[in-house]
């Protein structure tokens, strides 16, 4: 004598009721404020970098600029040909990298490091009124030493410094984008 298994129906009752829990969730996250970030959306369409242009945390701020469609002058640059010389200027104070020592063994060898970025910067419309005081950025990461991995902590470092320009560039994208008149 042959047994056939048992067939079962393809959702149990417990998975409709979690399907439909999970709906009702998601149904009800817009009317709480929840929204997925999208691309900013700036009160100017043109800028002028002025300052410390050549450093990593800048050029990637110009290249972030650019790819949401904000058009980036260069402050050694004239105006263009149709005389525009960017709605808004923003002027890099200080981007500066520092590392200090805040750790070490009893005979003096590094054994921990604080990787800081400071950015400092500040915008004005065309006419030289400020919309954002002078606003400094500072962010800081620790990072353990030993002098037998020396290149694998360099290259530790190196993209601990790329994360914290990133992270800064997108705080300042979120400040340029809350500014809402010129």
Known sequence: MRQTA???????????????????????????????????????????????????????????????????????????????????????????????????????QVRELQLRTRFRFRLANAAGKLLLADVELLLERDISFTETAVLAKEEEEATLYRDMQRDIVQQVMRRLAAVQSL
């Open 6 to 108: 048992p067939t079962r129906a393809p959702l149990h009752r417990r998975s409709w009721l979690a399907l439909a829990g999970g709906a009702a969730l998601l149904a009800g996250l817009p009317g709480c404020g929840f929204a997925l970030r999208s691309a900013p959306k700036f009160a100017f369409e043109s800028l002028r970098l002025r300052g410390s242009e050549g450093t990593p945390v800048a050029q990637e701020l110009r290249q972030t600029l650019l790819i949401n469609g904000v058009r980036v002058f260069a402050s050694d640059l004239p105006a263009s040909p149709e005389g525009e010389t960017g709605q808004v200027v923003l002027t890099v104070l200080t981007d500066q990298r520092e590392r200090s020592v805040v750790g070490q063994t009893a005979s003096g």
